[in-house]
C-alpha cells in the first residue's frame, strides 16, 4: 500500500539519532509520502528524541503540545514519537498525551511504514518498544539530507554494554551490536559510488567494533579496509571509548591517508575517584599514556572530548583535577555538560548531589579555561595552508568546509569550485569557534 501527503521529522540529540531520522525520511518516502517545510501542515510528524540529560527529555514535551492543534484540524494526522525518550518512557507518554499515535522504540524503527498505515486505518495509537536481537534498520542505508550530501553517515554499531553510571543509552538503545564488515564496506561502496566524498561511521563505542561479534576488536581492520574505497576522500569516526583505544588506532590515524586526523575521546572526569564512580573503567594516567602513545604516532591529530562537571560527591579537590586535566591535555575543542540524574542509571539516586548553583559555576570556569585553549589553536593557525573539503555554500556568499583535524572553516565563493573538492585554504583568522581564510 502506499500513502500520500507530507510528512515531517523533527530531531535532537546525537548523530546516530540524526541517522535514524535519515532512516526513517527513506521509508517514509518509500511509502509516498513528500517530505514537508513544517510539523503543523504534515500528515505524520515524526519526533526523534534524545535522553542523555533532562533538558533534552523535556523538549519532546514542549513539542507535543505545539503539534495538538494542527492535530485538532487534521484528525487524520499520524503524531509519532522515536529516539531514546519514546524507548525509556514507553507508556507514561501515551499516558500523557492523548493525540499522540505511535511511540516508536530504537529497535523498531523499520517497522514505522506498516504502523503508520495501520494507525491510519484502525485509528488506534500504538506502543511499539520492543528491543531485537537483530536490528533491522542496522542494515539500513540513508544517504544524508540538507547542506552536507557530499558526507555520509554510516553505522558500523548500535547500542553500547559500558553501563557508566550516569548514562541512559544502554538503556535506550541496548547492548552493543556490530555490523558485519561485508555490509559496511558495501554500504560505503555504494555511497561512494553516488558521489559521496566523506563518510563518518557512527556508534556510542566504535573502537570496540566487532568485540560482540566474537572475533575480538576489528576497528582498526575496518577502517584499513573502507580506506581502500574508490571515489571516497575522508573517514571520519564517532564515538571512541578511552578504555577500548589502543596503539593500532594511534597509528591508523598516523598513517591512514584517508582516516582524518581528529578523534573524540571523551575523558569525562581528571579525579580518579570520580571516574571510578563513574564505571570508567581508566583511570586518569592511563588516559593519558593514552593520548601521549596517541600524540607520537599521529602528531597532527587532533583530540576533542566530553566533561561532565557536578557528578555526585565531585569535590573541589576532584573539580580541580579536571581543571588540570584541560591545562595539561589541551585538548582541541571540548563539550561539556552538568551532571544530570537519569531515572534508571546507577547514578540517580547515589549520595552527595551537588547543588545546581555549585553545577553552574564548576560549568563557566570549564568553559572559560578551554575558550582560551581553543582560541590558542585557532591563533596558531593563522598564516598557514590547510586542506579544506568542501561541503557547501553558508552565508553571505561563504563556502564552508572542515579541515582533516575538524576545524570549520569559511571562505568567499570563488565561484569556480564545486562541493565535494578538497582545496587548499590559507587561514587568515582564527576566531572563537570557527577559521576564516582564502583559496590559494
Ligand atoms: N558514547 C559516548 C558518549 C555518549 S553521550 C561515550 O562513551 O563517551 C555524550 C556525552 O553526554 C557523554 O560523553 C557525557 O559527557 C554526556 N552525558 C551522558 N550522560 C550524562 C548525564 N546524565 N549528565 C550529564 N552529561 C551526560
Ligand atoms: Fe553512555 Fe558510557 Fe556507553 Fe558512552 S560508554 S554511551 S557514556 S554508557
Ligand atoms: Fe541522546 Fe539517545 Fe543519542 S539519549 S545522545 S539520542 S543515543
Known sequence: MSLSGKYFVETYGCQMNEHDSEKMCELMEQLGLESGDSADSADVVIINTCAIREKAEHKVHSSLGKIRAAKLRNP????????????QQQHELSKKFRHLDLVLGTHNISELPDLVEKIRKD????????????????????????????????TIMQGCSNFCAYCVVPYTRGREQSRSLVEILEEVSQLCSRGVKEITLLGQNVNAYGKDLGNGNRFTELLEKISNTRGLVRIRFTTSHPRDFDASLATALGSLDKVC?????????????????MKRGYSFSEYLNKIEILRSKAPKCSITTDIIVGFPGESDDDFKSTLTALEQIRFDQIFSFKFSPRPGTKAEHMADQIPEKIKKERLAEVHSIQDKITQGYHKQLEGSVVEVLLEGRGRQNQFYGRTRTNKIVN?????????????RVKILRGLNHSLFGKIV
Request: proline share 5%.
Open 76 to 87: 487524520d494526522m499520524v503524531i509519532v514519537v522515536a529516539g531514546c525518550v519514546a524507548q
Open 261 to 277: 586526523e581528529h578523534i573524540h575521546l571523551p575523558l569525562q572526569s581528571g579525579s580518579d575517584r570520580i571516574l571510578s564512580s
Open 411 to 423: 571562505f568567499d565563493d570563488t565561484g569556480s569550485y564545486r562541493e565535494g573538492t578538497v582545496v
Open 123 to 154: 485509528r488506534q495509537s500504538i506502543i511499539r518498544v520492543g528491543f531485537a536481537e537483530d536490528i533491522r534498520s542496522l542494515h539500513m542505508t540513508a544517504p544524508r539530507r540538507g547542506p552536507r550530501p557530499i558526507c555520509s553517515y554510516v
